[in-house]
């Protein structure tokens, strides 16, 4: 059984799986560290595999491998996701993984000048780990991020477009069929791609 999910139905989607010894296949935002790790301790308890993925696009998920990689000699970095007006969180569960994912290789670091003020609140954007994350909500847009890292006299530019939502349906179809085969919960489309 695999099925796409909205954050609000996560939880009882979640205790149904496990009870029907479901294969998850989830694709939502708003799952926590703790989410996660309790949902993969009950899902080992019963050598059930699945996967939660904040994005399912392969070129999103790319991105974001590409970004751990380069965040080792770019460690000065801005992660900017652009979404469609409907969104409910910001920022979005990618750019969120993403700055995780760089985190792996970027030694800790705080941006910027030391005495820089915002004069609006909020107008660098979100901050983790030093790192600034900005996020857009406008109509028109589907999923969009670009990662920006920034070296001495160089900008390396990451960018994903989603311009329809069939750009998810090649990562759900493998994520479908690479689930049947784990015995564990894994998070991040990232951690099953070879």
């Not at 994350?133 to 890292?149: C, D, K």
């Not at 001495?152 to 349906?169: N, P």
Request: glycine letters at 8%.
């Amino acid at each position: 059984m695999t099925l796409l999910i909205r954050k609000q139905e996560k939880l009882i989607y979640r205790r149904r799986s496990i009870i029907a010894c479901a294969r998850p296949v989830i694709g939502t935002s708003g799952f926590t560290n703790e989410d996660v790790a309790r949902f993969q301790k009950e899902m080992d308890e019963k050598k059930l595999g699945g996967i939660i993925a904040p994005n399912f696009a392969i070129g999103a998920v790319l991105v974001m491998k590409f970004s751990q990689m380069a965040a080792k000699y770019f460690p000065d970095i801005e992660i900017i996701e652009l979404h469609h007006d409907q969104k409910k969180d910001a920022p979005s569960g990618t750019a969120i993984k993403t700055a995780e994912l760089i985190q792996t290789t970027r030694q800790s670091k705080k941006q910027g000048r030391p005495d820089e003020k915002e004069l609006i609140k909020g107008a660098r954007g979100a901050e983790i780990d030093g790192m600034r994350i900005h996020s857009v909500r406008l109509p028109g847009l589907i999923a969009h991020q670009e990662v920006l890292l920034g070296g001495k006299g160089e900008l390396l530019t990451l960018r994903h477009d989603s311009m329809d939502r069939a750009s998810f349906m090649t990562g759900v179809r493998y994520a479908v069929e690479t689930a049947m085969s784990l015995e564990t919960l894994v998070y991040g489309l990232e951690n099953i791609l070879d």
